[in-house]
């Protein structure tokens, strides 16, 4: 299995200044077990890093901390959006996992646009075949779409031509 | 600002076990909760302790591997919580797990609370007026 690492981090970029404090040959699991133990783990204990951002990126988040309230701090702001992007790409890395041995139960268009109308009460939450259907339309000529595409094309052909 | 999505214990039962007939429904929500996620969303996935005691989800047990690699975080049952739960208890009558949803419910902070359950009747129940979504598997 290819490492998780293989494909950003072993490697370090060139403008990268700060050595790797890792060596790793963990495969995806272990790389998610690993990342997990780590979200978990005591936040309190903190490091300085020399990581490089963009500049505009930082004075744009101090923007958005002093202005518009959005976190108590930049730390906090991006902590929090570190935190939020780990979290998703480890529950993709194992639902991946999960799809690689059972096929058959990745969810399809129609499933996630399902879900989506439930989770957010959508007012087609309870009409699944009407959202299956819009899924199918929408699919045919749009592969990429997203759950609220269809969403919105079933809203759509649901409202009663005037 | 953050929705936060309660599992009971069919919806852990269904999304550990690839057969279960309702497997793909729950882990359609979850695949839905990584992709917002990844669009910078604050949502999150938890499960009450009492729930994972009556599903008899064991951490330490590698069976669960694929729900503790998941992000669904435990909400515990703590002193406060449990005096809130034994009230719902007593009213609802329901069973520990189920108060332990309604405390989740009554007390949490997020913007909105959507429950997966088998029984919508008694969720509804134990949120006793608070709103929640609930979704039905």
């Given at each position: ?113 399902v879900?989506?109308a439930e989770?957010d009460g959508h007012p087609l939450a309870g009409e ?35 | ?137």
């Open positions: 299995m290819m490492s998780v690492f293989a494909l950003e981090s072993r490697v370090p970029p060139t403008d990268c200044t700060t050595q790797a404090w890792y060596t790793s040959d963990m495969d995806v699991m272990q790389a998610v077990a690993r990342i997990n133990e780590l979200l978990e783990s005591d936040m309190g204990q903190t490091s300085n890093t020399s990581m490089r951002i963009p500049t505009a990126l930082r004075d744009a988040a101090a923007i958005a901390v002093r202005e518009l309230g959005a976190a108590p701090s930049t730390t906090v702001l991006t902590t929090a959006a570190l935190r939020e992007r780990l979290e998703a790409v480890v529950m993709h890395a194992v639902l991946n996992d999960h799809f690689s041995r059972y096929p058959e139960k990745r969810p399809s268009l129609g499933d996630l646009a879900a989506a989770l699944p075949a009407r959202i299956r259907q819009a899924a199918l339309e929408v699919e045919a000529r749009h592969p990429d779409a997203e759950p609220e595409d269809v969403l919105l094309w079933a809203e759509a052909r649901a409202v009663p031509a005037s | 600002m953050t929705h936060l999505i309660v599992l009971d214990n069919e919806a852990v039962q269904a999304l550990s076990d690839p057969s279960h007939k309702k497997h793909v429904h729950v882990l359609s929500h979850v695949r839905l909760v990584a992709d917002r996620k990844s669009r910078g969303l604050s949502i999150t996935v938890v499960v009450p302790t009492t729930v994972r005691v009556e599903a008899g989800w064991d951490r330490t047990v590698p069976a669960w591997a694929f729900l503790n690699g998941l992000r669904i975080g435990d909400i515990t049952l703590d002193g406060w919580n449990a005096n809130i739960a034994a009230g719902i208890r007593q009213d609802a009558r329901v069973s520990v797990a189920d108060a332990h949803i309604g405390a989740v419910i009554q007390v949490a902070t997020a913007w909105k609370v959507t429950v997966i359950t088998s029984d919508p009747g008694d969720i509804r129940r134990v949120a006793a007026g608070k709103e929640v979504n609930v979704v039905t598997v």
